[in-house]
């Protein structure tokens, strides 16, 4: 699977935009970009997951870069609940062992 | 809550103790996980169940031995640990191994081997 990259941290104001950017310029053309997320000492949370077209549900809305080698997960109203940890994940397609390979993800902190 | 739980959520035990962790799913899944997550590390893939049949080990010390009766339960044995295993043990659970389907955690075991 491709790595991913990401910032570390990041700030974001209460009731604003959060936008987590992650790199994953190896990515190829059978492989996902999963997020989850991992709030303090529980287990880590599906977020979104999309191949190239961008994708919504009622957590966030992911968009892809044209050329897939990165892609934003946008949490459109943060909320002071909203602080984890963010992993962003590419995955193949056919993978068939189910592995997911996360990394040190972003660390969110939103502000009141 | 995930449909996923896990007992104990804490455990303290001496190298020479036997232990084991509990993971069950009330999601009707197939596919059943055991991740590491050590502090200040990424989490570590352990073990990887598929209909009941271990399909992955990740290069695991024999000392942590999982077991799946059956789909919605997962074990995981441990023996003779080293304080090193000290770490957030989690259960995942999804419907099955292939990509299409996201992966469900549960909250967790927190471990310290003393």
């Known amino acids: 699977d491709a790595k991913t990259t990401q910032p570390t941290s990041m700030d974001c104001a209460e009731g604003r935009a959060a936008n987590l950017p992650c790199n994953h310029s190896?990515?190829?053309?059978?492989?996902?970009v999963y997020w989850y997320r991992q709030i303090h000492s529980q287990g880590p949370q599906y977020i979104i997951h999309?191949?190239?077209n961008n994708e919504t549900n009622e957590m966030a809305s992911l968009i892809i870069t044209e050329d897939r080698k990165s892609s934003t997960l946008i949490l459109p109203h943060a909320t002071l609940r909203d602080t984890a940890v963010y992993y962003c994940?590419?995955?193949?397609?056919?993978?068939?062992?189910?592995?997911?390979?996360f990394g040190q993800g972003t660390e969110l902190s939103v502000k009141p | 809550e995930t449909g996923v739980t896990q007992t104990p959520r804490h455990l303290v035990m001496g190298m020479t103790n036997k232990k084991s962790l509990k993971c069950e799913q009330h999601?009707?899944?197939?596919?059943m996980y055991w991740y590491k997550q050590s502090a200040k590390k990424p989490l570590e893939l352990m073990f990887v169940?598929?209909?009941?049949?271990?399909?992955e080990n990740n290069s695991v010390p024999s000392r942590f031995s999982p077991e799946c009766p059956n789909s919605s339960h997962l074990f995981l044995h441990l023996h003779t640990l080293q304080p090193e295993d000290s770490a957030l043990y989690l259960c995942?659970?999804?419907?099955?191994?292939?990509?299409?389907?996201?992966?469900?955690f549960g909250p967790g075991t927190r471990l310290t081997v003393t």
């Open positions: 169940y598929n209909f009941k049949e271990q399909t």
């Open positions: 190896t990515i190829s053309g059978n492989e996902y």
């Open positions: 994940i590419v995955r193949e397609i056919y993978n068939q062992g189910g592995k997911l390979i």
């Open positions: 999309g191949l190239k």
């Open positions: 995942a659970s999804s419907q099955e191994v292939r990509s299409t389907y996201e992966q469900y």
């Open positions: 999601l009707g899944h197939n596919a």
